[in-house]
């Protein structure tokens, strides 16, 4: 078996070119007679015959496409069933590249031809499905070959050819495999074949398209699940918050067509798992199976960002004030081009200082860094945290970048640490109160505390406040200390292992490399942390807290705002600047309070007062001894009626029963100690006797001696 090429013996390398001629001797093969049987059909049909060069002479030779078609179509067939070809063939398993293939196709009489409107477009290949590209590389494969028969062959003759040959099942095996996948259409039994008009048509499509094997791949007719006319009222009772199941919205929908449990099933697995779930889910939930953006950290530096988040601990601590069980909350900030958690605090609620803390903690131990990323907390939102001038960013030099709310997703490199930062170490405590604790258990230590408390005052089971800062400690360094996925990996030095870089690591590997954090000395982070409110100077003086601070040096500023910095363990001074930062005074609280009067000039008018006083109680003790009206000694005439009734009688002195909340006068005092000696404090008794220097005073204590037979002042006086 020989075809000839120009006069040179067909190899597998060039029976991928087109075939011109043949000869005698493999037309006698293909047609199953004798060479001398050709030359005389040769000469009594008149084929056209020339000779060529071999060896040892000439031999005569017939261009193939000049040939009768039944002849052609014998030599086709004997070249598409021959071993160099089949072996030249892509096999069904093998998946041929689309670049390979539009090559191999362009490589015919298309090749650098444009393509001519009217076209049909190719379509995109990123957008094909596994089944559309493995058929359109069979087609492509099969028209390669049909390409190289039609050469000499002719077109027609190489399609009949193929056909047939699919057809009777003679295509070489490499070929056969290649036909159903072509087809698309081979149906369960894989009894169908091509036929010439399909061929036709994908040898029109490809060649239209300038022979680009994309065109070939067959169109996704597929248009998903149609919808059932019972749809749209099952999903308006399926899709509900509380999440029915499919028999309960089955029960509940509206409307005479109802399907069975199974129908609903298939339904709903025919919609994606987004679709499925709307109206079950809300719109932050769904972001979980929803697409995402992965964040890339390589090219950033340690405290190019920091994201700081607040976390309710998952365990009961003891309230430091009353001791009864409370969860902490606790603020971490972590940098996060190295995940190293490089600052944290402790509070008994969030609030504004727990996060202002946090931040001085960061501070003083890693440096400054440019960005700030948190949530829409209160803490962190605070005019103290985030205020253009006097917040505690801006004095930093720091950008705070707020996430969306209702998006945790965009920050889920610390969202996903606090698994390992707090929740698996508080675990392993009694009082864990997790999602994962068994209900029956966690009652069962709740109740217990309660006992404790009731008989005791205090459960061992709690941690205390100064346990629960020492355990957050040895979590945050556990956590810096331990391999983390998000980190390069790296050689361990003692056991040649690979692993991922801890926190710490990943911090001393960027310092050895040269970079250096921007830090604050003492002075600095005292003064910087100091919390600052934006305040209007009004007279020398700034309103803070209900408390007015004055300085002299604040006059110049009136109606001006400044920043008022203030320490909220001191209140008795604040911090003034300007709002570029320039320091203006310390003012102090009520700087410029003064005595409404002179003290001296106050206290003499008190030692005025207190002979006036003491006369007073002369003329009560009198009133109190005498029988009827007062009578003027030495004067035989009596007052007048008239004054004597006009004149009121005082009160007489409380002398027994309950010691009164105050006493009108030192007199009165002496009056209830003397009836009631037994009640006399030693306060008492050295008030009066230090009283009785007053001589005034002493006579009308005598007196009252006189009415009434008590010796008090004498014991006071001796003793």
């Given at each position: 078996?020989?075809?000839?090429?120009?006069?040179?013996?067909?190899?597998?390398?060039?029976?991928?070119?087109?075939?011109?001629?043949?000869?005698?001797?493999?037309?006698?093969?293909?047609?199953?007679?004798?060479?001398?049987?050709?030359?005389?059909?040769?000469?009594?049909?008149?084929?056209?015959?020339?000779?060529?060069?071999?060896?040892?002479?000439?031999?005569?030779v017939f261009p193939l496409s000049r040939l009768p078609m039944a002849i052609r179509e014998a030599v086709l067939a004997h070249f598409l069933s021959s071993p160099p070809i089949a072996s030249a063939a892509p096999t069904a398993g093998t998946a041929v590249p689309p670049a390979k293939i539009v090559a191999a196709a362009g490589a015919g009489e298309n090749e650098g031809k444009a393509v001519r409107p009217g076209r049909a477009v190719p379509p995109v290949p990123g957008t094909l499905d596994g089944w559309q590209r493995r058929c359109m590389e069979a087609r492509a494969a099969l028209l390669v070959h049909i390409r190289a028969l039609a050469a000499d062959g002719g077109l027609n003759a190489a399609l009949r050819v193929v056909a047939g040959q699919a057809r009777a099942g003679t295509l070489p095996p490499a070929l056969a495999q290649l036909v159903p996948v072509a087809n698309a259409r081979a149906g369960s039994s894989g009894a169908r074949s091509l036929s010439v008009p399909t061929l036709k048509r994908w040898w029109g499509i490809w060649q239209r398209a300038g022979c680009d094997a994309l065109v070939l791949a067959p169109a996704d007719v597929r248009t998903g699940p149609s919808l059932p006319i019972w749809a749209p009222a099952f999903l308006a009772a399926y899709r509900l918050p509380s999440k029915p199941s499919v028999p309960d919205a089955i029960a509940r929908m509206e409307g005479p067509a109802r399907p069975s449990e199974g129908q609903a099933r298939r339904f709903?697995?025919?919609?994606?798992?987004?679709?499925?779930?709307?109206?079950?889910?809300?719109?932050?939930?769904?972001?979980?199976?929803?697409?995402?953006?992965?964040?890339?950290?390589?090219?950033?530096?340690?405290?190019?960002?920091?994201?700081?988040?607040?976390?309710?601990?998952?365990?009961?601590?003891?309230?430091p004030i009353h001791g009864r069980p409370f969860a902490p909350e606790l603020t971490v900030v972590r940098c996060v081009a190295t995940r190293r958690v490089i600052g944290w605090s402790a509070g008994l609620s969030e609030s504004t200082w727990t996060v202002m803390d946090a931040y001085a903690d960061a501070a003083r131990k890693a440096g400054l860094w440019a960005i700030a990323y948190t949530d829409n907390g209160a803490g962190f939102r605070s005019k103290l945290n985030t205020g253009d001038l006097a917040g505690l960013q801006g004095r930093l030099?720091?950008?705070?970048?707020?996430?969306?709310?209702?998006?945790?997703?965009?920050?889920?490199?610390?969202?996903k640490g606090w698994d390992r930062l707090f929740i698996r170490p508080a675990k392993v405590l009694p009082t864990f109160r997790g999602a994962d604790m068994d209900p029956e258990a966690r009652r069962r230590i709740v109740k217990q505390v309660e006992r404790d408390i009731n008989a005791h005052g205090r459960s061992d089971l709690l941690q205390g406040w100064p346990d629960f800062l020492r355990w957050a400690a040895d979590c945050v360094a556990a956590y810096n200390a331990a391999p983390h996925s998000g980190l390069p990996r790296m050689t361990e030095a003692a056991t040649g292992k690979r692993r991922h870089m801890s926190p710490d690591e990943a911090w001393q590997a960027h310092l050895a490399r040269g970079w250096a954090p921007v830090r604050l000395s003492d002075a600095e982070a005292e003064d910087l942390f100091r919390p600052h409110l934006i305040r209007r100077v009004r007279r020398a003086e700034v309103a803070l807290f209900n408390n007015a601070y004055f300085h002299a040096d604040l006059e110049p500023h009136h109606g001006e705002e400044v920043q008022v910095g203030f320490d909220i363990h001191d209140p008795t001074r604040v911090w003034v600047r300007s709002l570029s930062g320039a320091l203006i005074a310390v003012a102090e609280a009520?700087?410029?309070?003064?005595?409404?009067?002179?003290?001296?000039?106050?206290?003499?008018?008190?030692?005025?007062?207190?002979?006036?006083?003491?006369?007073?109680?002369?003329?009560?003790?009198e009133l109190d001894g005498a029988d009827g009206p007062p009578v003027i000694q030495g004067v035989a005439e009596p007052v007048p009626v008239a004054l004597a009734v006009a004149t009121p009688v005082p009160a007489p002195v409380a002398t027994d029963g309950e010691r009164p909340a105050f006493f009108a006068s030192d007199l009165a005092m002496y009056g209830w100690c003397a009836a009631n000696e037994a009640a006399v404090t030693a306060h008492d008794r050295a008030y009066l006797a230090a009283a009785m220097a007053d001589p005034r005073l002493a006579r009308a204590i005598a007196d009252h001696d006189r009415r009434h037979g008590t010796g008090l002042s004498g014991r006071l006086q001796a003793g």
């Open positions: 078996m020989r075809a000839v090429q120009d006069g040179v013996p067909a190899t597998p390398a060039t029976l991928a070119k087109p075939v011109h001629l043949v000869d005698t001797r493999l037309l006698a093969q293909v047609l199953g007679v004798t060479e001398r049987a050709v030359r005389l059909r040769a000469a009594s049909g008149r084929w056209p015959s020339t000779t060529r060069p071999v060896r040892g002479g000439r031999a005569k709903l697995s025919s919609l994606s798992a987004v679709e499925r779930n709307k109206g079950r889910m809300g719109p932050a939930a769904l972001k979980a199976i929803r697409p995402f953006v992965r964040r890339d950290t390589s090219d950033l530096e340690p405290l190019d960002v920091v994201i700081a988040d607040g976390f309710t601990a998952k365990q009961d601590v003891a309230h030099g720091a950008t705070h970048a707020l996430g969306r709310p209702g998006n945790p997703q965009a920050r889920g490199q610390i969202e009520g700087g410029n309070a003064r005595p409404y009067f002179d003290t001296v000039r106050v206290q003499r008018a008190r030692r005025r007062l207190r002979p006036v006083e003491v006369k007073r109680a002369e003329i009560l003790a």
